[in-house]
T-cell receptor
Framework: GDSVTQMEGPVTLSEEAFLTINCTYT??????LFWYVQYPGEGLQLLLK?????DKGSNKGFEATYRKETTSFHLEKGSVQVSDSAVYFC??????????FGAGTRLAVHP | DVKVTQSSRYLVKRTGEKVFLECVQD?????MFWYRQDPGLGLRLIYF???????EKGDIPEGYSVSREKKERFSLILESASTNQTSMYLC?????????????FGPGTRLTVT
């Protein structure tokens, strides 16, 4: 069945460092892909999405490009801030408006 | 702004108790979902509903049931709570139209079963 694999965390970075969180997927067809973020004590919120191959989603300085040849949707940010500390989830659309999530990657950014 | 609210942020129950978790959304969304979130496992779908009185099993429905009597409200029921149901429970909702698939989440209920 469809699935999402994310790099294990935690990822620990200093402020202003470059961030990459890897995400690969297995799916039939070309599902929409998402990154969600969960700040401490909160539910998940959509960070960005891409609906077809080669689309780039972007928001708040984060970017991810839908790569069908490598079945990947890696999350990147050029300069992280302490306020970016959170858990990041990669997800794909699994039909019937369902989402299939990866295990999540915790990011900790230190001053 | 879409708002999804959950009845409790923290809940402590005893083994064997019947537990109700309530979720309400205010944006007239057709679809609603219940997930549990456990470290290293991400979010796993328990049940979802695409209309009033309709329900579908997700990936891990055992030990749970749901109720959707009104469009805005989706309840998760633990018939007889067990310690392995200690978890964070997240509710979400989404529109069916527009192909957006963006799910809006509530803040979660952290349930501890002792």
């Amino acid at each position: 069945g469809d699935s999402v694999t994310q790099m294990e965390g935690p990822v620990t970075l200093s402020e202003e460092a470059f961030l990459t969180i890897n995400c690969t997927y297995t799916a039939t067809g070309y599902p929409s892909l998402f990154w969600y973020v969960q700040y401490p004590g909160e539910g998940l919120q959509l960070l960005l999405k891409a609906t077809k191959a080669d689309d780039k989603g972007s928001n708040k300085g984060f970017e991810a490009t839908y790569r069908k040849e490598t079945t990947s949707f890696h999350l990147e940010k050029g300069s992280v801030q302490v306020s970016d500390s959170a858990v990041y989830f990669c997800a794909l659309e699994g039909g019937y408006n369902k989402l299939i999530f990866g295990a999540g990657t915790r990011l900790a950014v230190h001053p | 702004d879409v708002k999804v609210t959950q009845s409790s942020r923290y809940l402590v129950k005893r083994t064997g108790e019947k537990v109700f978790l309530e979720c309400v959304q205010d944006m007239d969304h057709e679809n609603m979902f219940w997930y549990r979130q456990d470290p290293g496992l991400g979010l796993r779908l328990i049940y979802f509903s695409y209309d009033v009185k309709m329900k579908e099993k997700g990936d891990i429905p055992e030990g749970y049931s749901v109720s959707r009597e009104k469009k805005e409200r989706f309840s998760l029921i633990l018939e007889s709570a067990s310690t392995n149901q200690t978890s964070m429970y997240l509710c979400a909702s989404t529109l069916t139209s527009g192909g957006s698939y963006e799910q809006y989440f509530g803040p979660g209920t952290r349930l501890t079963v002792t």
